[in-house]
């Protein structure tokens, strides 16, 4: 039954007596003596109440078929609290709904109160930011102020607000809805805005609340955003009547303004984004006869289906060139389990040619899974698609057509060997793990790398090993005797990105030369640990640094000290911190010597719906940029490392960064896969033979003339970005 009788001075009353401080908002404790001090019955509704938002709200629950009647439509409210929400729902015959909060005290109370009346109801003590249950579980998750709660308008964003978002991207089914109430205040809408803006379809609506106007009150707005394609960027359409928003004061026009900008970005991507077709659409017959193998033909698709698949997939189907021929298989599917060389392979139509004339079959379907599969079973995956993997297998093939799984990036790089040494699960990081593998190319040389299963493209570096060891002292490091055991060779950079941040700091030379000469050292400040090899690498060859290496999760930390023989000394220190409060401390610091000469930004993405691979997209924002350039000291340089398999998202990047920064260059490394910007500070232009010049001078009497010879050619390679 509908609430005829809104509690407008209830909620207002209860509101007064909420946690009062920002930090109470996200104790337990704070919320358990609060619902302590309630009864069952005293419930509070935050914002609008349920006749305002009661049609709005079902008409969002209704799907089409087949999906789910709506008492079968799995339903989750997180931060429930004493809402009577979830319970409203209940009586609209919403039977399959789960309250979670992190307050026990709450749980029992609201559980105690419905278990006759509604005993289908489900109540579980749990932490928002990191919900126990299985990826795809829920059709719609409804949240009526847990989102708010967790942001800090004063600081931005909270670590624990991300993990929410990406719990929630995880939890939804394929053609989900999150269903968000939400106050709507600019911090909150530039978090939605970006994390919900690849694959995702948003609207926004006003909820209208009677009690609302002549009071300061402020407005309550829905925001839907639905679980679509993986590659889609769609408008945010607004459901709203301009009239009364107009008459809502400054809360509703800082909105109106977030919106028309990121309208404007998303305008921006998808006008470069790739022609990208669903399997509908090949049955129509828009790339032609998909039952036919056609000589030549490329498509990028994804598959999934609302209310029939738990997830989207990426996908790229190729029919061989005939002359090709002949063929092995008439059909062949390979799933690449994420990995750096699969990104690699969906970034360049060359390489998936390449990968068609390895298999040896007349059609290849290939599928990529991204960070939404994370910790899903290949049985439930398999389970997944073969229901559209049917559907494109040739008919000469009959039902016959085989799937292989390629976990990494054995099928492309050539891995002959490899031994996992550990796994290691964190709470912030995820599960990581560590790994010796040996290539077909190289020999016998043995490769450790570190891998993350929560970043899109696993591996994040890797590092050569060595009988060899070296004890640096005064003047050269000395070898010396070697136990025939393997360790990590700090002296050798194999990543391209670690290969051209050396070259790089050409653009840097002069202003380090000159601070060396003055008794300093150039403060760096690398953004992201993971192996350690890169801040190593550069304490040894370069000693004009102080390098100081910002890492969120102490795992990492313990990770790279135990396996890739990482060593804080007085040059080399760690610090385990939020990047961004630490760079926006150092922008706001007028302490002397507290800004920072070069600023190394190598931290992978988490999330697919931002479309870059690297770095998280907080790191590219605007907002986050100026932050950076008072950050940096006046000569100071930015380095960052970007990677997209979207043309459109690299783009707007680059849009990104020129209004910050007018000094710009690039270089492209590993294949042309990774892009490394660097970004300067001062707005004269570095004459780039001028610096390598420079650089080769500084580098004259540095120990290791091989390494020096290669940072130079390499250098020669930057140019600046046009």
Known sequence: MAEENPAKESRIRIAEELPVT??????????????????????????????????SLKKHLSFPAPAQTPEKLSILVPACGASRLSEHLYDEGFRN???????????????KRNIKVRPEMKWRVMDITNIQFPSGTFDVIVD???????????????????????????????????ICLTLAE??????????????????????????????????????????????VVSRIAPFMDVSFLESQGNQVHELLEALERENIVRTAYSEGTYKWYSLEELKQGVKGNIGEIESGRHINLFLGETGVSRFFYTCVLLDAPAETGPFSDHF???????????????AAELRQWLVLQCVKAARLLIIVLDSNHICIKWADIEKDVSHFISQLTPDEAGDEYEI?????????????????????????TGLMYVEDVRYNKSQDLTFRRLCFHTTETLLHSEAQLSTEAFRQKKGKPKKIASSGELKVDHKILTNGFHKGVIAGLQLFSAHSKTTTKAGGLVKTVIIGLGTGILPMFMKTHIPSLKIEVVELDPVVLNVASEYFGFIEDERLKVHISDAIEFVRERANSEAAGSKIDVLIIDVGSSDSSSGLISPEADFVEES???????????????IIKLVSRFSSVISVVHSKLRKVFSNLYHVYVDDGFIEIIFALKKEA?????????????????NYGQDWAKRVLRDSKCISPLE
């Open 144 to 178: 009526k102020g847990g989102l708010d709660i967790l942001m800090d308008s004063e600081l931005g964003p909270r670590s624990g607000l991300r993990s929410y978002i990406s719990e929630v991207k995880r939890l939804l089914k394929a053609g989900g809805r999150y």
């Open 404 to 428: 292989v799984v390629s976990s990494e990036d054995d099928t492309v790089d050539g891995i002959k060997q490899r031994t996992i040494l550990v796994e290691v699960p964190s709470v912030l």
């Open 685 to 701: 232009p570095v004459k780039v033979d001028e610096a390598c010049d420079a650089l080769a001078r500084s580098l004259e009497h």
């Open 624 to 638: 986050f940029l100026l932050t950076v350039k008072d950050s940096l000291s006046d000569k100071g340089l930015l």
């Open 186 to 231: 600019p911090l909150v809408l530039g978090l939605l805005f970006l994390k919900f803006r690849f694959g995702w379809k948003i609207n926004l609506y006003t909820i209208y609340d009677e009690a609302s106007p002549g009071t300061n009150t402020q407005q309550t707005f829905m925001l839907v955003a639905e679980k679509s394609f993986l590659t």
């Open 332 to 346: 062949r599917v390979i799933i690449f389990m994420r990995s750096h060389s699969a990104q690699k392979i969906l």
């Open 97 to 111: 709904i789960t309250n979670v909060d992190f307050s026990k005290v709450v749980i029992q109370a609201m559980m």
């Open 22 to 55: 920002a930090v109470d908002f996200i104790k337990q404790e704070s919320w358990d003596r609060f619902f302590t001090s309630k009864g069952a019955d005293d419930f509070c509704e935050w914002y609008a109440d349920w006749p305002q938002f009661r049609t």
